[in-house]
């Protein structure tokens, strides 16, 4: 529970330094990583989680430097809501852009590893042998 809770806090981290240097894009490009490795039992929760948590860090970090109650309620009133749900609304996007992308990953892998989602054994389809392989027919 540890590690995995510890491995989230990371990525969170990783998202909201990449988002910082790099842009938004960061944000699904890690989901698809996290869930390509298919780290932890939810591993599409997991990166949502995380990414909603490196971008309200970034939210926390803007609001040291500047009045961001007061944009939040600005943009609220734009919007005619009240002043949460912009902030909501910048958790809410990163964590379903981390979220579907782990999905879509997580899901795709066995495809791309070629085991199509099944065992990557021999296909059981019932006959002995190849076609003529049988016992041999009497007359």
């Known amino acids: 529970m540890r590690r995995q809770l510890l491995a989230v806090v990371v990525l969170a981290a990783a998202m909201a330094l990449g988002t910082w240097w790099l842009g938004w894009w960061v ?4 989901g698809a990583a996290w869930g390509a490795a298919r780290y932890g039992a939810y591993p599409s929760a997991t990166a949502g989680v995380a990414a909603a948590l ?6 926390g970090i803007a609001a040291l430097q500047g009045p961001m109650g007061g944009v939040s309620r600005m943009v609220g009133g734009v919007l005619s809501v009240s002043g949460w749900v912009p902030l909501a609304l ?7 852009l981390a979220a579907a992308s782990a999905r879509v990953s997580a899901a795709l892998m066995p495809v791309l590893e070629g085991t199509g989602g099944r065992h990557s054994g021999p296909i059981e389809t019932g006959a002995a042998g190849p076609p003529g392989a049988g016992p041999a027919e009497e007359d």
Not at 27 to 30: A, D, F, H
Not at 90 to 96: K, R
């Open 27 to 30: 944000v699904p490009v890690l």
């Open 54 to 59: 490196g971008w309200m860090g970034l939210v």
């Open 90 to 96: 910048t958790a809410l996007f990163p964590a379903g």
